[in-house]
């Protein structure tokens, strides 16, 4: 009985391992050494020919003036075509940004498969990318796959310190929600030590969800109170899941009417739908409190 | 601190300096290769040693492009003092190419922006859209939209409309469409354009959820009014009370006192005093509203 080759299978949607790998940029081939060798040899066979006779050597004078604007040239369009090739990369990702933003994320995804799944021009459009990865593999409660990237960015490459802080944040938030809470703990710690200037509004709504995720609704609320300044100043809409929180903690702890309140403004600012997804913990809070409905168009 | 005019007319000079000497390179370029019968081989060295300039150049350009584009992440990071030293180096810096000199004028008009600083934002938005971008020319919507904001703050919505109409015709990204939404709505409450404000609300209002706090919390405010002023109750009353928990309604009414009509108790009656928080706003909002 013959054994049948294995089949290929084609990479998972958003395969994590093979997009990190694929999208890495090229090694640039040392094209100048070549470069110099073909001009060199072409000196030197020029040099040759035009030995012969005076009329070769015109020719070849010619000749070699020719090659050397014909290199000009070259080069100066090999140049353009990597720049518009750079440029229409930027684009893409300006539209991955624009359809996360407009939560259309299942075209977000398939165009970040698409562009990760070839090596990347410019290796900071190829960062940007797999930050974008990131987002996605959490909308889609991939939170592994999204620690995976999360980290592989945070160990292999030097990123600003806003875009490294907005990575940890993003970190943290994947393992709450992938319950690894010690790990969790220990990011943060390491956050809030280098919190002091910043006051992050985000780390202080992931305070608020680790003590809502770990039965602590009195610090939660206090964190609430006190970071409340900072987060409206902060997260914009993002608000909303602050309010939200807020509302879960009070209502573990009986205060039903501060419950009601604070449901009612959460759902004012970011729909009930996005906020049960972001924390299914606090679901539970639609059977017993009223959402505020935004207005018939 | 680089004074706007200052930076304007010496990116003007090294924009001519470098237009010469791009003409001279190429101009010796072209004579050593037609006079190369009489130079016999030192042709050859003529036209590497100009390639070697131009490369060298070429570089030094990219560098500069890059350091402006740059100053971009530290602006937002709100590091103002590190991305003037950064625009100072790229305007001081000579640059074979145009591009780097207008990112950096371009980058000059945004951090200028970002420090309130409407006037000098103003001249370099205009001195930038007076002149031909090229391959940076998608920066001219960016400054459009900065120049209208610039021209509202500086009570000039004439200049802002200007600015505004040279928008409507082309394809705008998102986050240019965001920044026009706020822009727009602030020019049709001061024209008190309440229709045209009110109409499409409900994108506008999508847009306004992607703003930062501050901006999201006044055009909320805005279509608020709009949606009062047109009989659109329900609206008025939810986006007013959005605005409330986005922003302190002192500081949004003191910066547009047109929007004290949404926490007005009666008629003619004076602002309410500051409110100390956000519980207090909203009883304010529920009572008047």
């Not at chain 1, 395969?15 to 100048?32: E, I, K, N, Y």
């Not at chain 2, 920066?139 to 928008?167: F, I």
């Not at chain 2, 009353?237 to 006192?257: G, I």
Request: proline residues 4%.
């Amino acid at each position: 009985m013959d054994s049948a080759p294995p089949i290929p299978q084609p990479p998972q949607f958003l395969d994590v391992p093979h997009l990190l790998d694929a999208s890495q940029p090229r090694v640039r081939a040392g094209w100048f050494w070549y470069a110099a060798g073909f001009f060199l040899l072409i000196v030197m066979i020029s040099t040759y020919l035009s030995a012969g006779s005076p009329l070769m050597a015109g020719a070849m004078q010619l000749f070699s003036g020719l090659v050397m604007l014909g290199l000009v040239a070259a080069m100066g369009m090999l140049t353009f075509a990597m720049a518009r090739a750079q440029q229409a990369e930027g684009q893409r990702l300006v539209a991955v940004e624009e359809l996360m933003q407009l939560r259309r994320w299942g075209e977000a995804a398939a165009m970040l498969n698409d562009m990760l799944s070839t090596p990347m021009r410019a290796p900071q459009h190829r960062v940007q990318a797999l930050i974008y990865l990131a987002s996605v593999l959490g909308r889609y409660h991939r939170f592994a796959d999204a620690i995976a990237v999360q980290e592989h960015l945070l160990e292999n490459v030097i990123l600003d310190p806003s875009t490294e802080h907005g990575l940890k944040l993003g970190r943290v938030m994947s393992m709450l929600r992938e319950d690894h809470l010690v790990d969790a703990d220990r990011a943060m710690s390491e956050l809030r030590r280098g919190d002091a200037e910043r006051q992050s509004a985000g780390l202080a709504l992931l305070d608020i969800y680790r003590d809502v995720k770990t039965g602590h609704p009195d610090e939660a609320i206090d964190i609430f109170e006190q970071r409340l300044p900072a987060l409206r100043e902060q997260v914009g809409h993002r608000l909303g899941d602050a309010y939200y929180l807020a509302a879960k903690s009070y209502d573990l702890l009986g205060r039903e009417a501060e419950a009601q309140r604070a449901y009612e403004r959460a759902t004012l600012l970011s729909p009930l739908i996005e906020l049960q997804r972001r924390y299914p913990e606090a679901a539970s809070l639609s059977e017993k409190y009223s959402p505020v409905l935004a207005p018939a168009a | 601190m680089i004074p706007a005019e200052a930076a304007i007319s010496r990116v003007r000079r090294d924009l001519t300096l470098s237009t010469v000497l791009k003409g001279l390179i190429i101009g010796i370029g072209i004579a050593t290769f037609l006079m190369r019968g009489a130079m016999g081989w030192s042709h050859l060295l003529v036209l590497a040693m100009l390639g070697v300039a131009w490369i060298v150049l070429s570089y030094r350009s990219a560098m500069g492009s890059r350091l402006a584009v740059d100053s971009q992440s530290l602006i937002a990071a709100g590091r103002y003092e590190a991305a003037e030293e950064q625009i100072e180096q790229v305007l001081g810096t000579f640059s074979l190419f145009r591009t780097s000199k207008l990112i950096g004028i371009h980058q000059l008009a945004v951090l200028r922006h970002a420090q309130k600083r409407w006037g000098d934002a103003a001249v370099l938005c205009r001195a930038l859209l007076g002149r031909r971008l090229g391959p940076v020319k998608g920066v001219s919507k960016q400054c459009r939209l900065m120049l209208a904001d610039a021209m509202l703050e500086l009570d000039d919505p004439r200049a802002a409309h200007e600015a505004l109409n040279g928008l409507y015709q082309q394809r705008l990204t998102l986050a240019e469409a965001i920044n026009l939404v706020a822009v727009q709505a602030d020019f049709h409450a001061r024209a008190e354009n309440w229709a045209e404000l009110a109409a499409g609300i409900e994108t506008k209002v999508q847009l306004a959820e992607l703003m930062p706090s501050q901006q999201s919390a006044r055009t909320q405010a805005l279509l608020a009014l709009a949606a009062k002023k047109t009989g659109r109750h329900d609206w008025a009353t939810w986006l007013t009370r959005r605005a409330e928990l986005l922003a302190d309604v002192q500081e949004l009414s003191t910066r547009r006192p047109i929007l004290w009509e949404l926490w007005r108790v009666e008629p003619g009656a004076s602002p309410p005093s500051t409110s100390s928080s956000a519980e207090r706003r909203g009883d304010v909002s529920s009572e008047n509203l």
